[in-house]
């Protein structure tokens, strides 16, 4: 029986397609800067997103602290979205790594408003930090795309200000393929992005970071400094020119499909969703711990072979991806609604 696993779209193994490019894939080490497959992904890579040049990471973690640490110096400030995945899910690296404090902003649905960031960015004065970069999330972790125009305000009040900007584009492509424009067009607004190779684009393992020649050849030596030199990293790099040049197209099913687990679970007394950002591939919701709670559902779904994250911040998420068909998110919706109408 298929296991229905919704918990992200992390959960996507690699296609036949990219098992056979891993397989055939010429390498080198990569260190040395001979691997020829790494170095095909990144010149797509980079293109893809409209910059000079690219790195292939272990991780969407490990791209963004790499920028952060490029960026900035230690004691710098870097402001950024109470919601984004730098300061929620990354183990508090920055202040580890790069030893900067985060100046954490309120903004609906990962949002930064051009007001509060103008009057957060520290002027010279002995008693404060120098703010040393401004980091944006689109498509947002949250469910939402960040509209571009508040991405093109807060870029202008960083030029303004010499602040560099990184684009954390985890899921960039989600947000191209659904505002109908190329990645260029969001990532224009940044001066770095990371994007992930291995969320719903189905790649086993990597993240792109991009930018200017010369922030990229910075990033290169202090992506050996944390340990990410990699050798016949082709292997991997095979399956992330596949993601790039096949799967992308593929994101719009997902979010189809998102769209209609969310108004199949709203029919469901007792569930809440959030429909100011459904924009992607997941949808958030609520369910009143009067129709059911959260361990007994959890396991109602594991009966029968679906599997879900338990409770975020009171939220419950359900992600869909490549591997998740309409009939597997009915089965789903038919499998919620019996656990709470039997509770
Ligand atoms: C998943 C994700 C990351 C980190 O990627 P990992 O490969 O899991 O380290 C960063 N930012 C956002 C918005 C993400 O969703």
Redesign the pocket.
């Known amino acids: 029986m298929k296991i229905i696993d919704m918990r992200s779209d ?1 959960v996507t193994n690699p296609t036949d397609k990219m098992r056979k490019a891993m397989f055939e894939a010429a390498v080198g080490d990569d260190v040395y800067g001979d691997d020829p497959t790494v170095k095909k992904l990144e010149e797509l890579a980079a293109k893809a997103v409209g910059k000079e040049a690219a790195l292939f990471v272990p ?6 602290q790499l920028a952060v640490f490029t960026h900035t110096n230690r004691g710098d400030e870097v402001i950024i979205n109470e919601g ?3 300061f929620q ?2 183990v508090g690296a920055a202040s580890v790594i790069s030893n900067v404090q985060l100046r954490i902003m309120q903004g609906k649905n990962g949002m930064l408003y051009p007001d509060q960031v103008k009057k957060a960015i520290r002027q010279e004065d002995i008693h404060f930090p120098n703010t040393g970069l401004i980091c944006l ?1 689109n ?3 949250c469910g939402a795309i960040v509209p571009l125009d508040n991405m093109s305000d807060i870029f202008d009040i960083a030029r303004e200000n010499n602040i560099p900007v990184h684009l ?1 584009g ?2 960039i492509f989600d947000a191209a393929v659904e505002l109908g424009v190329d990645a260029s067009e969001i990532a224009k607004y940044s001066d770095s992005v ?1 994007y ?1 190779l ?2 719903g684009l189905c790649a086993p393992v990597g ?1 792109i970071l991009a930018g200017s020649k010369e922030f990229i050849s910075k990033a290169l030596k202090n992506r050996k400094l944390m340990g990410g030199g990699m050798r016949q990293v082709g292997i991997l790099a095979a399956a992330g020119i596949v993601a790039l040049e096949d799967m992308v197209s593929e994101l719009k099913k997902s979010h189809d499909n998102a769209k209609y687990l969310a108004d199949k679970l709203s029919e469901i007394e007792g569930i809440t969703v959030f429909y100011d950002r459904i924009d992607i591939n997941m949808v958030f919701f609520t369910i009143s711990q009067d129709v059911i709670e959260e361990d007994t559902l959890i396991k109602a779904l594991k009966e029968q072979n679906i599997k879900m994250n338990g409770m975020d911040n009171g939220e419950y998420r359900l992600a869909t991806h490549y591997y998740i068909e309409k009939e597997d998110i009915d089965n789903v919706v038919e499998v919620i609604n019996n656990a709470i109408n039997r509770g």
Do not use: P, Y
């Open positions: 992390t991780s969407g973690t490990f791209g963004n984004n995945h730098i899910h990354e999330e498509a947002h972790s954390d985890a899921r990371m992930c291995s969320k993240s």
